[in-house]
């Protein structure tokens, strides 16, 4: 079955505890991206990634890292959260950057 | 930045309705897409149009686009209570970014 997979679903860590959440997508596309997901705020990209090894930031990259050493693997890194990174994010994929994107199922997550 | 923005931001109407959503965006674009979320789950893809398109359907859903207008409609005919969600529009942006908008919920009463 075609899926872009994360983990974890849901996740409640402390203040500059380092973590990480994976994303991995099953169907060969070039284009990756992260999203968080506010209140009122819609969607807004985080880092996308046009293919491997090849990344750049996107509306709100500030506090995250990104890598895209496989095809099929971006995970998204949080060094250091803070609280105002409590969000619920999403990685998608898509097979070329315009084309139709594949969502995740989503993680929350909270930093206290 | 937000490319687009939905309006309205919500929604309310009762089955068998038509719903109208619209989407208004800033620069130019290659095409619009529309997703749909059910409550706090992954996107998922409704339609496509391209810039050089002015209409497009599927099933139930029909999409328009006035890029002299910077804006774009989706209207779900019929509606049905499974239909409520919330809908946004997206558009790609100037470096190979995507950018959504916050989105129109919809509430469909049975």
């Known amino acids: 079955e075609a899926q872009v997979t994360q983990n974890p679903r849901y996740l409640i860590t402390v203040t500059g505890k380092k973590l990480t959440v994976t994303c991995s997508q099953n169907m060969n596309h070039e284009y990756m991206s992260w999203y968080r997901q506010d209140p009122g705020l819609g969607l807004r990209q985080i880092y996308y990634?046009?293919?491997?090894?090849?990344?750049d930031k996107g509306d709100v990259p500030e506090g995250y890292k990104v890598s895209r050493k496989e095809k099929r693997n971006f995970p998204l890194i949080l060094e250091s959260p803070s609280p105002n990174q409590t969000s619920l994010y999403f990685c998608a994929s898509s097979l070329f950057y315009l084309a139709e994107a594949f969502f995740g199922q989503g993680t929350r997550l909270t930093v206290v | 930045s937000q490319q687009g923005e939905e309006d309205p931001q919500a929604l309310s109407i009762q089955e068998g309705e038509n719903a109208t959503m619209n989407c208004s965006y800033k620069?130019?674009?290659?095409?619009l897409q529309w997703y749909r979320q059910n409550s706090g789950r992954g996107l998922v893809h409704l339609i496509l149009i391209r810039s050089n398109e002015r209409e497009k359907h599927s099933g139930r859903l029909r999409v328009t686009l006035d890029t002299s207008k910077k804006s774009s409609s989706l209207l779900i005919t019929a509606s049905r209570a499974a239909d409520t969600a919330s809908y946004f529009c997206?558009?790609?942006?100037?470096?190979?970014?995507?950018?959504f908008g916050a989105g129109t919920r919809l509430t469909v009463k049975p």
């Open positions: 990634s046009m293919n491997v090894e090849v990344t």
């Open positions: 620069t130019s674009i290659n095409n």
């Open positions: 997206a558009t790609d942006g100037n470096n190979n970014d995507m950018r």
